[in-house]
Nanobody, 124 residues
Framework: EVQLVESGGGLVQPGKSLRLSCAASGFSFDDYRIGWFRQAPGKEREGVSCINASDGRTYYSDSVKGRFTISSDLANNTVYLQIRSLTPEDTAVYYC?????????????????WGAGALVTVSS
């Protein structure tokens, strides 16, 4: 059974950094891509970042490129999302996702496995 469990969300002040974690189980990182989507209040779910852990290739949406860094720890089956210089516009529920689909083709409707989500609120 595929399981994705996010952690690390919370209330953060603007300008600070945050690291989200996604503990994955039930599948091989060789066969699946893992990444993050986010959904802000009243908005559609959007792709943020994706990693092909088998070769280390990473993908980012234009809106977060330069501030977000995705990484994987294969020994612990965990994927991380480091977020720097947080702004109120980053406030959202962040979902960990896993799917065999290549990162370049990731859209919410192709994802088979989702975590429950981690709320990140950026506010002073």
């Amino acid at each position: 059974e595929v399981q994705l469990v996010e952690s690390g969300g919370g209330l953060v002040q603007p300008g600070k950094s945050l690291r989200l974690s996604c503990a994955a189980s039930g599948f091989s990182f060789d066969d699946y891509r893992i990444g993050w989507f986010r959904q802000a209040p009243g908005k559609e779910r959007e792709g943020v970042s994706c990693i092909n852990a088998s070769d280390g290739r990473t993908y980012y949406s234009d809106s977060v490129k330069g501030r977000f860094t995705i990484s994987s720890d294969l020994a612990n089956n965990t994927v991380y999302l480091q977020i720097r210089s947080l702004t109120p516009e980053d406030t959202a529920v962040y979902y960990c996702a896993a799917d065999p689909t290549p990162c370049s083709d990731w859209y919410p409707w192709v994802i088979n496995y989702w975590g429950a989500g981690a709320l990140v609120t950026v506010s002073s």
